[in-house]
T-cell receptor, first 114, second 114 residues
Framework: EAGVAQSPRYKIIEKRQSVAFWCNPISGHATLYWYQQILGQGPKLLIQFQNNGVVDDSQLPKDRFSAERLKGVDSTLKIQPAKLEDSAVYLC????????????FGPGTRLTVL | AQSVSQHNHHVILSEAASLELGCNYSYGGTVNLFWYVQYPGQHLQLLLKYFSGDPLVKGIKGFEAEFIKSKFSFNLRKPSVQWSDTAEYFCAVKGYSSASKIIFGSGTRLSIRP
């Protein structure tokens, strides 16, 4: 079974630039999550989708971050404009159902904002 | 507010030593508890989980964890570690309702000396 795919794996940008990350979840998984993991911290949930609807985006900084999952499959996370404190690993995860136990994580995208 | 504390940031052990990683959580209600592991260069993956029933939970690779409700703890144990257990370990808590989000601890880095 193919895992969660993410791209790019690494990205370096200047502050105030824009950046987008892509995630392809495991086939058939209805729930998709985006996490931000700052160095030395655990993953923090940014947004959770159930199919193409948003379940929880309470920790998403909506003034600069946006995410979509238009057809209930792939998802993109965008930052515009980026700040230095956005430097982190952005993880995508998926699970078969909304309240299931196991989330399957992708390799992450390491973002460096200079 | 929900929170998870992992007090050991970095643990160094020799092979065959016993391991116990601490995890304490704060949550006002029924919880689901998890330990995730990230081996060097690999994705985050589930090690074990507790939902209900026997508070002693067994996971992969000889790991186990004990849920002690009165102490709000879910410590991870292994009687004899191997060099291949070198990884970062994350404890996580999620409320029982489908509306609850998963909260991760800051992680414990485990280094095993061969």
């Amino acid at each position: 079974e193919a895992g969660v795919a993410q791209s790019p794996r690494y990205k370096i940008i200047e502050k105030r630039q824009s950046v987008a990350f892509w995630c392809n979840p495991i086939s058939g998984h209805a729930t998709l999550y985006w996490y931000q993991q700052i160095l030395g911290q655990g993953p923090k949930l940014l947004i959770q989708f159930q199919n193409n609807g948003v379940v929880d985006d309470s920790q998403l900084p909506k003034d600069r971050f946006s995410a979509e999952r238009l057809k209930g499959v792939d998802s993109t996370l965008k930052i515009q404009p980026a700040k230095l404190e956005d430097s982190a690993v952005y993880l995508c995860a998926s699970s078969p159902f909304a309240n299931t136990d196991t989330q399957y994580f992708g390799p992450g995208t390491r973002l460096t904002v200079l | 507010a929900q929170s998870v504390s992992q007090h050991n940031h970095h643990v160094i052990l020799s092979e065959a030593a016993s391991l116990e990683l601490g995890c304490n959580y704060s949550y006002g209600g029924t919880v689901n508890l998890f330990w995730y592991v990230q081996y060097p260069g690999q994705h985050l993956q589930l090690l074990l989980k507790y939902f209900s029933g026997d508070p002693l939970v067994k996971g992969i690779k000889g790991f186990e964890a004990e849920f002690i409700k009165s102490k709000f703890s879910f410590n991870l144990r292994k009687p004899s570690v191997q060099w291949s257990d070198t990884a970062e370990y994350f404890c996580a808590v999620k409320g029982y309702s489908s509306a609850s989000k998963i909260i991760f601890g800051s992680g414990t880095r485990l280094s095993i000396r061969p």
